[in-house]
């Protein structure tokens, strides 16, 4: 009825257009419908979206992670952990940073003792860096790192556990060394450990930091810390030290959260003084806390302000070795 | 000179309402930069968005909990756990769950030795029921509850740093209790502690459940649990047990997670054997175990499917009471 005002020769074109128009509308909302149906439930699941990447990997790189191990003047003590942590649950690729310059990698000797449960990659450095180890290496195909120093032995379990407890935290630095700052009346900063006064929120202690040289964590800050000014590689390089501290200043920057979540170890070793070699690592160096403070205060400066957090939480595992672990006395 | 060809009497007028038009989307710009410049870092924050409610509840609500205490002709061990629970930190408000049906509250003997820290609430009921706890009281102002069995007694630093972690698990139960349920062959669930074998999932023993008789959650899981169908207040009326997996089941659906987060008491004593009453906790019934059993079985039913999952995380704070609960041997 409310057509009689078209008395134009188009009046039946008019209808036509209308009802076709009103299918299109029609259809164009159903099809709108099915999609919102079948948009998937967005959960709070364990991996946050850290980058905007295809979803191209495979279910092992999830479920399985890269170790990288830095080396220097300690081959008998690599090739003694290699032993042990090429057989570790879940582990992908091992990467060994070679920074023995001009000297040459023990592949022959590698191969000849072959198979290997995994593939083991050797890295050769042109120059002797500690942050080496903080490249973002082609090789690297999983989502997460285990990055270990070459004279430092965690169990399996302890490394199974801490795998899975990274899973459930994969934006946070997961692992066994926890280490904090103190805040000064004058301003200015001091890193240490539980030696240093706790830094008075309630009761116990704090860390607000977690080594990465035993940790788990999230390859893209590998990328990420390619990204960095460049005063951070050259204080890096200046003290030959503090790679890790600046790892945990991008890690708390980029989450606004603690950077790392502390797995206490049933079984941690170190193995330093087996070593035929005779070095000793850098932290042996009389400066050497003096020079993480001094990192802290210039990576302040750096990134514009202290953006390390602090956290009380101390994870273990439920049970393990046995349920004495949590027995209460009620 | 490209408004040459505007020979109409309106050029004029275009020019102006050309140079209007910019001005106003100019103005518009700015403005638009200018809000964009003042939104707020969305950044993935403690609270998550359980529930769409608007934000008008006080700070105070986020920081603080209630305490929800019910109880049972133990009124001498419920006046003792009230004098420490009254001053823990951040407790805003206690609500008693008095299920002594047709006895008096002690609310004259309460005010005579006031003032007290925190409001008491004293609700009286009308049936004696397990599940009188889990109302959804109007009392309730703050986000996070505290539920305490009345015969359990948790040291305010294990309380302060439980909430404290709640606070970074607000959507998991947080409390020192944790239970399991387990697999047979037949299908069959059974329900228990340390004594039941492990699930099987790699090292060490795993957690299901957390019992709410010494837990943080969530307030919004009261106004869930009104919401669950009549059989499961048909079960836990029939048991005068159970109240506390049917929550676990409801958390562990909600979120698809493990429904707890336990976290290892330092201090945490029973002192039903304290009480004057003679009556001892409905744990000692001898078909207790039984009959959690028997509940998992059933809400397993109700809930069409097994919605508990396992956890083996354990929480501790860092360096409490001192720095050697986390010291290696390194």
């Not at 259809?27 to 905007?52: C, E, F, H, Q, S």
């Not at 300690?74 to 090429?86: A, F, M, P, S």
């Not at 050769?124 to 004279?151: C, G, H, I, W």
């Not at 070095?279 to 514009?304: P, T």
């Amino acid at each position: 009825r409310y057509f009689h005002f078209c008395k134009l020769p188009g009046r039946v074109m008019g209808i036509r257009l209308l009802r076709f128009t009103s299918v299109v509308i029609i259809v164009l909302l159903l099809v709108a419908g099915a999609l919102t149906a079948l948009l998937p439930n967005i959960k709070d699941d364990k991996m946050p979206n850290l980058r905007r990447e295809p979803k191209t990997q495979s279910q092992s790189a999830l479920d399985s992670f890269t170790l990288i191990m830095q080396t220097y003047n300690r081959t008998d003590l690599l090739l003694k952990l290699l032993n042990h942590y090429q057989a570790i649950p879940h582990l992908h690729k091992v990467i060994v940073v070679w920074n023995n310059i001009g000297e040459k990698i023990p592949e022959e000797m590698w191969n000849s003792l072959g198979p290997h449960p995994v593939p083991v990659v050797f890295k050769v450095q042109t120059v002797n860096r500690m942050r080496n180890r903080l490249q973002s290496f082609p090789e690297l195909e999983t989502k997460a790192v285990l990055m270990m120093d070459d004279d430092t032995l965690v169990s399996a379990h302890d490394l199974a556990f801490a795998f899975s407890v990274w899973q459930q935290f994969p934006e946070h630095i997961v692992g066994f060394v926890p280490r904090k700052h103190i805040s000064t009346p004058s301003g200015v900063y001091s890193y240490g450990s539980f030696e240093l006064q706790n830094p008075g929120f309630g009761n116990g202690d704090q860390y607000s930091m977690v080594l990465i040289g035993a940790a788990f964590f999230h390859s893209g800050y590998l990328e990420d810390f390619q990204r960095l000014p460049e005063a951070v590689y050259a204080l890096i390089d200046e003290t030959q030290n503090c790679d890790d501290i600046a790892m945990n200043f991008l890690v708390a920057k980029h989450t606004g959260k603690p950077s790392g979540v502390f797995v206490k170890p049933v079984d941690i070793r170190n193995l330093e003084k087996d070593t035929n070699s005779g070095y000793s690592g850098m932290w042996h160096r009389a400066e050497h806390l003096l020079q993480r403070s001094y990192c802290v205060n210039k990576l302040v400066n750096i990134f514009d302000g202290m953006p390390l957090k602090y956290s009380n939480i101390m994870i273990s595992q439920f049970g393990f070795p046995n349920y004495a672990n949590h027995k209460n006395k009620m």
